[in-house]
């Protein structure tokens, strides 16, 4: 169990989205911020997951060593070359997967037959980005495996920054798309409003991100941007753990208020 | 829960086989498989309609424990756990006490009945909610006598994880698997990708709606994952010698509904296939490949455990491979598909020289693929 991890980094436990759990750990030793998720996959197994996974965290600690973690320096000046860090998270499965590296913490030693460890561990590290994800809490590697890419997409979106040019900014349309249907830049065309639970939520929630970096962190001037009150976007930012701990940081790191 | 005396005949019968079986293996070298199949029987005829255990996770939630009952169980297997440390890594490259206590969750999540709203943190410090902790009742999949013999098997006797809780999971699929039939291996999981890459192929799709079979299929989980690939009128043909992995297997294709796509035969490799020569679009095995004199230096686990027919491949572990090789290439039709796992690099590259040497005319495109830690572990290619 991830008890070890659990009591040297003092963990913040935010438990608000069903099927995710989302600790926050200040930083690493590198001075990146550390985020570990919980995350399962939709699948048969994740049925299993979510049956026995709130127990288990509450009865017996922490169920999950799972962490993602960002580093290298590419994430960190990635403003010069806005389009080309967008297309990560356009891209297929298959295709982001070609641009990481994955590793499954096999010990040495012949493995296949020879091994019954159930160590089902992926690591995968975007190489374009330096950003890594990995899953372990799967009883299979492929789901694994998918959880992994899951999380990568969401760090992605939550640590690669494109530039926004304020003087004639129009909200992209998968931003609008994650946006209530009250905004008044939310044309028909926009369908319903998307949530965290579909897989296109990224992508709005980079251009989001990148709105809200680009007005330093003020949620009434990105709120006027998009055409919607400020307690309308406040709410949509409290909506998703990563979402919100990512204003919040930003927010810190200006001197403001946490949204709460 | 508690096994039926037929079933407590059958698994020693089993041993006492595989206890025979290296002398057997010296002298019978060249034709062990078949003549292992009809000692086995013979010897044990109630193997043939056995019925196979249903994983703990399928089980109905008729037993119940208290929460503290259940805290104390779970301190003690915890304890149990810790105390592996890593002698076990350093003993025969066992599980660490880390793997252990996943595994300790992962036996709760199966034994447990979804019951999470009913449960309290461990925060209650008042009388009136102790009171309230204590007399809780929580439902359980198996007794918590049993919750206690099965860790102890676990970390005591090292029985495989997968034996206790009677099922793997394996890609996207939870397979039931028990004493007699081999865990798949997360290794083999790429294979289900590797055919999936071929089915892609415009040029390749004919395959989709051809006859595949799978060799030694064990629980079935290769069988019936190609089974979901394919298209609708594509079938799998999961053959294997032991009555168990057949009754197994049997279970798992049913469970997934796939009854009319994978057909289940007992038999050794090709010899359920008689009437297929030249007709099938695409072979895959995961058949022993452990060389003979590797077996005794296994993880207890594996060793001691988990069902010799499906780890031994003889003097060099090459006997299965060369023997499905040699079949593939009369009983694959022009451009169908073969992936095989092997041991390792030095397996892949005696298959490939082998097929150079002596099948050269009927095959091609062969290449190695390796498995996610980079060890070269598939050989593939088509029939020409």
Known sequence: ?260 | MRPSLARVYRIKSFTLIFQHKPSFVAANHHQRTPIYFSSLSSSCPNLQIRKPQTPLFLRAASYSATLPDLKKWHQWATSLASSVGSTLVDLDNGPDSTLLLRELNWLIQDSFQDHHNSFIPQLPTTEFTRTRVDSQVVKLRVGLDELYRLWRQRVEERRPFQYIVGCEHWRDLVLSVEDGVLVPRPETELIVDLVSNVLLKESNRGLRDGLWADLGTGSGALAIAIGRLLGKHGRVIATDLSPVAVAVATFNVQRYALQDVVDVRQGSWFEPLKDLEGKLGGIISNPPYIPSNHISGLQAEVGRHEPRLALDGGFNGMDDLLHICNGAASFLKPAGFFAFETNGLEQCKFLVDYMDRNIKGSICNVSIVSDFAGIPRFVTGFRQ
Do not use: W
């Open chain 1, 1 to 260: 169990m991830a008890s070890a991890m659990g009591k040297s980094l003092n963990l913040i436990l935010l438990l608000k989205h069903p099927s995710t759990r989302i600790v926050v750990v200040p930083k690493n030793c590198k001075g990146y911020p550390v985020i570990s998720f919980s995350n399962c996959c939709s699948s048969f197994s994740r049925r299993l997951h979510q049956q026995n996974q709130q127990l288990q965290q509450l009865l017996f600690g922490s169920k999950y060593s799972t962490t993602a973690s960002a580093g290298g320096s590419a994430s960190r000046d990635s403003n010069s070359s806005t389009s080309y860090y967008k297309k990560h998270l356009e891209m297929g499965d298959e295709e982001l997967m070609r641009q990481c590296e994955m590793d499954t913490f096999k010990a040495s030693g012949p493995g296949g037959q020879h091994r019954n460890k159930r160590e089902s561990a992926v690591r995968l590290k975007h190489l374009p980005t330096g950003i890594i994800a990995q899953a372990v809490e799967d009883r299979s590697q492929h789901m694994n495996r998918a959880s992994a890419l899951l999380r990568l997409r969401t760090l992605l979106a939550l640590r690669v920054r494109n530039s926004v040019d304020l003087e004639s900014y129009s909200p992209p349309k998968e931003l609008l798309q994650i946006l209530p249907p009250k905004s008044t830049l939310r044309g028909s065309d926009c369908g319903p409003q998307i949530g965290p639970n579909n897989s296109k939520f990224v992508l709005g929630m980079q251009a989001l991100l990148d709105l809200i970096f680009a007005v330093e962190g003020s949620v009434s001037q990105a709120a006027k941007l998009l055409g919607l009150s400020t307690g309308a976007l406040s709410r949509l930012l409290l909506s998703h753990d990563s979402l919100r701990m990512a204003v919040n940081d930003l927010r810190a790191s200006k001197g403001m208020k946490p949204l709460k």
